[in-house]
């Protein structure tokens, strides 16, 4: 029964900045996280965070990108800086109870096209 609701995707130049936000319903879970997947290519972890705190980023975007996380309004954040071309990709909110970094919840994806 959890939906999960993105918002904040776009297109933007590259260098620029986007944020993403994903509200959940029903109880606090665990693991937060954003996945994306480009035209062509397997969908990818981008970042997730725990309840505890713990952070988990893909290499190609640590540096750039930041997770964070509202308890009281059951939402995450993906903050995107320096955005690059090769970032363009479909991000979906995932989420899970347990502990494991993916999670069987799934939102239905925004748009990020970053372009040249």
């Known amino acids: 029964q959890v939906q999960l609701v993105e918002s904040g995707g776009g297109l933007v130049q590259p260098g620029g900045s986007l944020r993403l936000s994903c509200a959940a319903s029903?109880?606090?879970?665990?693991?937060m996280g954003w996945y994306r997947q480009a035209p062509g290519k397997q969908r990818e972890l981008v970042a997730a965070?725990?309840?505890?705190?713990?952070?988990n980023y893909a290499d190609s975007v640590k540096g750039r990108f930041t997770i964070s996380r509202n308890y009281a309004k059951k939402s995450v954040y993906l903050q995107m800086n320096t955005l690059k071309p090769e970032d363009t990709a479909v991000y979906y909110c995932?989420?899970?109870?347990?502990?494991?970094?993916?999670?069987?919840?799934w939102g239905q994806g925004t748009q990020v096209t970053v372009s040249s």
């Open positions: 995932n989420a899970n109870y347990g502990s494991e970094w993916s999670g069987p919840y």
């Open positions: 965070i725990t309840s505890s705190g713990s952070r």
């Open positions: 029903g109880r606090i879970l665990n693991v």
